[in-house]
């Protein structure tokens, strides 16, 4: 029978960390229910944006715009490609990090097999939004910029559209000929799916996979029959708008990648109380049996030692 001691040390032990658990528990609905209404707030310019480049695309014909061409590499030389990974800034959120770790490792990995059978070079860099993946990242011996830190708390679009024009002057700079966004995706019925999206050049083909079906194809110009116009023409137009849309786009990944961290979190905190709780009913248990023993030890004990008192 386990020691009555052992047994109330880790009773309060586990009473501790069921009350912490279940106070950030508290902590993370909170958090959750606030980026559920940044979700509902971001998700109509979101869809917006993407549909409007998605009608350009689909009745202006050519685009020349260095952030929409797409460049082919010949035998022998380089793709650079930078990674912006979306991750969360603390732990205790189950697997979410490290499924984020684990998408950048796979796809930085395809990269370099896919371009090494075309005799293809590959440089890539990885900048990482939070701390425990980048941190999990450098020890495993990617190629991490250590000096980018960015927590991601409440997102803003002000945040978003700095971190955007980063990566458009990186681009335009060629450090990068390819930039992908790495991110968790929350959607209804599939629940959090990691997913890698090439933000640029502009695929809008991967955006719109992630736009509520039945709007991704056609705008309401569009679906209303209007014939669209562009002035002074459909490039211009694209140039004009593809600020606001890579905004739009990093924004939204930022929102998404914050809901899915409160929701991992929340659900991760519940399981922990919930365990926390269970262990609490098997220590009491044991606690009672251990004291019952300990009860029928001292009487026994009482007993014997009457009975030897008698025979004296």
């Known amino acids: 029978m386990d020691n009555l001691n052992a047994i109330k040390k880790r009773i309060k032990s586990v009473n501790d960390i069921g009350q912490m658990t279940s106070a950030m528990q508290l902590v993370s609905s909170a958090k959750m229910r606030r980026s559920v209404q940044l979700r509902q707030s971001m998700y109509p310019f979101f869809t917006l944006c993407a549909e409007s480049m998605q009608e350009i695309r689909n009745n202006a014909g050519e685009i020349h715009n260095p952030f929409y061409e797409l460049k082919q590499k010949a035998e022998g030389e380089t793709w ?5 990974v979306l991750s969360g800034e603390q732990g205790m959120a189950g697997a979410y990090n490290n499924n984020m770790v684990k998408i950048a490792e796979e796809h930085v990995q395809s990269k370099i097999l896919e371009n090494t059978r075309k005799n293809i070079s590959t440089e890539y860099k990885l900048y990482v939004f939070g701390r425990p993946a980048r941190e999990k990242l450098i020890r495993n011996g990617y190629n991490v910029d250590r000096e980018f830190s960015f927590p991601i708390a409440e997102p803003t679009f002000y945040q978003a559209r700095n971190i955007s024009s980063v990566i458009k002057q990186k681009f335009l700079n060629h450090e ?10 929350n959607r209804p019925g599939k629940g959090m799916v990691p997913v890698a999206i090439r933000l640029l050049p502009v695929d809008l083909k991967a955006v719109n996979a992630l736009v509520t079906e039945g709007v991704q194809d056609a705008g309401m110009a569009v679906e209303s029959g209007n014939p669209l116009e562009y002035a002074p023409d459909p490039t211009a ?3 004009y708008l ?3 849309y890579l905004n739009a786009v990093l924004y939204g990944a930022m929102v998404e990648a914050y809901q899915s961290e409160q929701m991992a979190r929340l659900t991760a905190m519940q399981n922990a109380t919930d365990n926390a709780d269970d262990m609490m009913k098997k220590l009491t248990l044991m606690s ?3 004291r019952q023993a300990k009860i029928t030890t001292e009487l026994t004990e009482i007993i014997n030692g009457a009975e030897q008192v008698d025979r004296i």
């Not at 650079?80 to 912006?84: A, D, L, P, V």
Request: hydrophobic share 45%; no cysteine.
């Open 237 to 239: 137009v694209f140039d």
């Open 80 to 84: 650079k490609i930078g990674y912006f």
């Open 176 to 185: 990068f000929d390819l930039v992908y966004l790495l991110y968790t995706n």
């Open 242 to 244: 593809i600020d606001t």
């Open 288 to 290: 009672n049996r251990a």
